[in-house]
């Protein structure tokens, strides 16, 4: 039987080797009104472009799931069998947002139900977690996703109460200027710290453009010696 709810196995990049279960950006609400505010990360959203170009392909999966996920309840049924590996690392949401109440509580059964899988959610919508922070299993972690490019300092470091860690976005201009640490860069299968460490604060470059993120940062670390700034 087909599976109702898609699970991306095969992602690429720095997810590469890691699973996701997604939503469609593009038909998101929260998404849709913040990307027209400038200087939001949504603004500049990059599951939004992919979405949009070479990774078309994902919008219909990605739109069922969050069809799904925010008007009923999900069950073992609406999985592939096997669909996650004791042991594996699953990033929930990385396209989209949370819709409701309903799609919270659906991915922290989804922990619930595969109780072996070590899950990291992505989100901005504190309105919706923080009242249903006690749903979170011990398998399922969270992750504050701050809203503006070049949050303050007091913005970047206020991890919310029941979250794991924060997750901020910056400009080259920005750490050229200001020696703010950019510590994600690479492979997530690799690093995991977003899977594994608390009171994390994650720091990221703006994806301002296609390409190898290893070697952009290369070159940015290079500029930042250079105008004599430890990055």
């Known amino acids: 039987m087909k599976a109702n709810i898609c699970v991306s196995e095969n992602m690429s990049g720095k997810m590469a080797r890691i699973s996701a279960i997604s939503f469609n950006p593009l038909s998101n609400e929260f998404c849709n009104e913040w990307s027209k505010v400038d200087r939001t990360t949504c603004s500049i959203c990059y599951a939004r472009r992919y979405a949009s170009t070479f990774r078309q392909n994902t919008v219909p999966p990605y739109t ?63 309105d919706i977690v923080e009242p249903l922070i006690d749903l979170v299993p011990d398998n399922m972690r969270l992750m504050y996703s701050t809203m503006p490019v070049n949050p303050s300092d007091e913005i970047a470091t206020r991890i919310p109460t029941g ?69």
């Open 163 to 231: 979250f794991n860690g924060i997750f901020n976005v910056y400009t080259v201009d920005y750490i050229l200027e200001h020696a703010r640490e950019i510590n994600c860069s690479g492979s997530c299968a690799t690093c995991l710290r977003c899977y594994t460490q608390d009171n994390i604060v994650v720091n990221e470059l703006v994806k301002e453009h296609w390409g190898n993120e290893d070697a952009r940062y290369a070159q940015i670390k290079n500029n930042c010696m250079t105008n004599g700034v430890t990055p």
């Open 64 to 126: 069922q799931n969050a069809r799904i996920m925010s008007t009923r309840e999900v069950t073992e049924r609406d999985f592939k069998k096997n669909a996650f590996k004791a042991g594996q690392f699953v990033r929930f949401l990385a396209y989209g947002e949370l819709i409701n109440d309903m799609s919270f509580k659906n991915f922290c059964k989804i922990a619930e139900l595969y109780p072996d899988i070590k899950a990291t959610m992505w989100t901005k919508r504190l």
